[in-house]
């Protein structure tokens, strides 16, 4: 996996390679066109063709170069709180490490209902010098700090809407993980509260403007027509684990269960621990396994799927559009209320009306690939995009033919910096995100209800009862979906 970092806010920056990430940092003592040459060479290496690597590299120039012109003016300084900043694999602690960096930016306040996790965070944040910051179990007692400016959500997908809806009513812009919903009705009410209160709302799907900006090259070779009608296009997310039975135990007791849970039905906590070699597997339905769990999370079909699928929608398009059916095949999913319960393997199959046929799909290498005319294909993932000619991706595409966004952001966070600063659109905005998630929530329900679908997009129902019931969920008491 390859990542694109802007490590520090420098006009002129020099790429380098560390581990699996390429950063851009203060160009030293090269001459821009030292570093121009550097830079070009370390992306053409990683498989970027050079027409390609040069628009990335004059992005970053102004994007950096935009950044340096920042004062230290309170007006241009940026208050912040985390929702979820939780475990140490979790997605909290990474979008906390991308927020601090950026200029201006200051945290203030952390949020989590396990206290082992809030303490660490807090720790971090000193260490940070962010020595100020407030713990919380509560978010809505976060979110009563008025100094707050904006939040990172990374929460369990169950709360993201109540949480996200609760921050822009208070008038925070929100920078949420993906997958954005747990439901199409959740992510619908967190579009109309963005639209009533005019908040900036960006979807963690980084896709769009890290990992090199491979995806980014893809979709713009897919819309320029390259590679002729797209017949097919294969999302490849891999298989969701299976359990077993796990055993029931007693909830940590630095963890509020019930609060974890939130709107989600009343259930026993499972855990355990299983040791493969030296290396331990934990089994849960709690912190990061809660992804295979429908409760709480639709497995690799919002997990991976989330990010894409969001591809093959911008590829195609279809941003605020979606297919006219869906139907899946899988292995059965586990019933007992103690094992993960998502579909261990699974293909969904879409349809949209110009004919192209859209796949979900557990088997081959994890990524995106499209299929075109006269066998020709592109294929990219976070690590190598590749063409069955060479010349798909080599050959420069006419600057202006594709526009998918007025810049080339090159970092999902700064992006949303920005915009929190311009009041513009994001590159992945909430209408995207809830877009990109009702084609992942699509798979889910036919999976579930194991029938083909027929879907309108315009009208977002299906031709079935069962399934449009499933389009949202009744939320454990007190908690309310209210937009």
């Known amino acids: ?152 959500i990374a929460t369990p997908d169950h709360w993201h809407a109540l949480v996200a809806i609760e921050a822009m009513k208070r008038g925070k812009d929100v920078y949420c993980e993906k997958p954005l919903s747990l439901t199409f009705a959740e992510g619908q009410a967190m579009v109309k509260v963005a639209e009533k209160t005019g908040r900036i709302f960006q979807t963690g799907s980084q896709q769009r403007t890290e990992m090199a900006g491979r995806f980014r090259l893809a979709a713009e070779i897919v819309r320029s027509g390259r590679l002729g009608k797209i017949s097919k296009v294969e999302c490849r997310v891999g298989n969701n684990p299976v359990s077993g039975p796990i055993t029931k135990v007693d909830p940590p007791k630095e963890l509020d269960w019930n609060f974890w849970l939130g709107p989600t039905p009343q259930v026993d906590y499972y855990y355990m621990e299983k040791q493969n070699g030296k290396r331990k597997t934990i089994l849960t339905n709690c912190h990061y396994e809660f992804r295979w769990w429908y409760a709480h999370s639709g497995g690799k079909m919002t997990d991976w799927g989330a990010h894409h699928l969001d591809i093959a929608q911008w590829a195609l398009g279809m941003d605020g559009n979606g297919p006219i059916s869906v139907e899946a095949t899988s292995a059965p999913a586990s019933k007992e209320p103690n094992e993960y319960d998502c579909h261990p393997n699974f293909e969904v199959t879409y349809m949209y009306e110009n004919g192209t046929k859209l796949v979900a799909m557990a088997q081959g290498d994890n990524g995106v690939k499209f299929f075109g005319e006269n066998g020709k294909w592109l294929f990219v993932s976070r690590g190598k995009i590749e063409a069955s000619d060479p010349k798909i991706i080599s050959e420069p595409i006419k600057e202006g033919t594709v526009v998918l966004y007025e810049s080339r952001p090159t970092n999902h966070m700064a992006n949303f910096i920005d915009c929190v600063r311009s009041r513009k659109k994001p590159i992945c905005s909430v209408e995207i995100g809830h877009s990109s998630c009702t084609i992942c929530h699509l798979g889910t329900i036919a999976l579930r209800t194991g029938k083909k679908l027929k879907w309108d997009p315009k009208k977002h129902q299906f031709d079935d009862a069962t399934a449009n019931a499933m389009l949202s969920r009744p939320m454990r008491s007190p908690w309310k979906l209210e937009a």
């Open 1 to 152: 996996m390859n990542l694109l970092v802007i490590k520090e806010c420098h006009p002129v920056s020099v790429l380098s390679k560390q581990g699996d990430k390429m950063i851009f940092q203060q160009r030293g003592t090269l001459s821009r066109r030292g570093f121009l040459q550097q830079a070009s060479g370390i992306l053409t290496a990683s498989g970027l063709p050079l027409w390609y690597s040069q628009q990335l590299i004059a992005s970053v120039e102004q994007q950096t170069a935009a950044t340096k012109q920042l004062t230290s003016s309170p007006n241009e300084q940026i208050s912040m709180g985390a929702i979820g900043i939780g475990s140490p694999q979790s997605r909290g602690l990474a979008i906390y490490g991308q927020a601090k960096i950026q200029k201006g930016v200051r945290y203030v306040a952390a949020c989590d209902v396990d206290s082992r996790h809030l303490e660490r965070a807090l720790n971090i944040m000193k260490r940070d010098k962010f020595t100020d910051a407030k713990g919380h179990k509560d978010f809505r007692d976060l979110l009563a700090d008025k100094s707050i400016q904006a939040v990172t």
